[in-house]
């Protein structure tokens, strides 16, 4: 074979490798945090099965002082899946077909991506099916935004040095985040914001401070009150942040890093004045460490939508993990 036409040869070849290769690539998933993409015909869209819909995925979300929906839903008829649609992260497909069937696929035209399939015979069948996997769906979803959130959290963090000398953690804070207030067992971080302020606090009790205790919630209320009243003041005197008292907080237990983890979400406000927002807290059983290590999160956003805000306080929060105890 001549040398000119072996050249042109190889160079075909390698042109026709890189493309197939560029080809497999997968795209990355584009689009704000909390939002869904729902495919679905009209006509269903606008009866009961969207109503449905509407219902479990546009609920309002717990703790926060004004109604927000837990996602924000983004509806396309079925004949426009294709092109930005597919960038989505979480992607329900509601459609009538032969058999009644539910299929989730992960990365399906992008990653990280949730495509959720819903097909059923009739109207009936979708909605049966779409109300038994629902809880399963948004259980998928919030894990899903959480992980994204941290993965844009993680561009650009806070040197961890102080953090983790003072508590033993590893957590991934912005580097947006200021130290406020910095104390043996206390750590208070801030970033403001056009519309207000958030922040994250630290801290540490020892462990039998609220195990073994009737009334955990009450105890944990105690706690977060006695810290305000220790670092959190408004501009006036006698204006300490509490727990807003006409709500019970929600209550739940979880797990964070493997160890048992008390959840507590409602709203704050400060003594004598009219500031107020939501608030998360974990508070973390270390047994081996024998303490409390309460994580709380909380925004200040008047007239302004705080979910989104919320939701990376909790990421940042659950991107925790307590390092064992040094011998």
């Known amino acids: 074979m001549k040398k000119p036409h072996f050249l042109v040869l190889l160079i075909s070849i390698l042109f026709f490798s890189c493309k197939e290769e560029s080809s497999d690539v997968i795209r990355k998933t584009t689009g704000k945090v909390n939002n869904i993409s729902v495919i679905i015909d009209d006509q269903q869209w606008n009866g009961e099965i969207g109503d ?22 983004n509806q396309y008829p079925v004949k426009l899946l294709e092109g930005f649609m597919t960038d989505s992260r979480n992607i329900i497909i509601v459609k009538k077909g032969e058999k009644n069937n539910f299929v989730i696929n992960k990365d399906q035209y992008a990653s990280p991506q949730n495509v959720f399939h819903i097909s059923g015979k009739t109207g009936a069948d979708i909605l049966a099916i779409f109300e038994k996997h629902s809880p399963e769906i948004i259980q998928i979803i919030r894990r899903t935004e959480i992980e994204e959130c941290q993965r844009i959290n993680k561009k650009a963090l806070l040197n961890p040095r102080i953090i983790t000398n003072k508590f033993h953690i590893n957590i991934d804070v912005p580097s947006d985040y200021e130290y406020m207030v910095q ?145």
């Open 52 to 73: 449905s819909i509407r219902n479990k995925f546009a609920s309002p979300v717990i703790g926060l002082p004004q109604e927000e929906p837990l996602f924000t839903i």
């Open 183 to 327: 104390e043996p067992d206390f750590i208070w971080l801030k970033k403001e914001l056009v519309s207000g302020n958030t922040s994250l606090l630290l801290y540490q009790v020892p462990l039998n401070a609220i195990k073994n205790k009737n009334n955990l919630v009450s105890n944990i209320i105690k706690m977060r009150d006695s810290v305000g009243a220790l670092y959190i003041h408004g501009k006036e005197p006698d204006t300490d942040m509490i727990t807003e008292e006409a709500y019970s907080p929600y209550f739940f237990k979880i797990k964070l890093d493997g160890k048992l983890t008390y959840e507590m979400k409602g709203t704050w406000e400060l003594r004598n004045d009219f500031m107020s927002g939501p608030f998360i807290n974990y508070a973390i059983l270390d047994e081996e460490n024998d303490r409390v290590l309460l994580l709380e999160g909380f925004c200040y956003s008047p007239s302004k939508e705080k979910r989104d805000l919320m939701h990376q306080l909790e990421s940042i929060i659950k991107s925790v993990t307590v390092r064992k105890k040094e011998l």
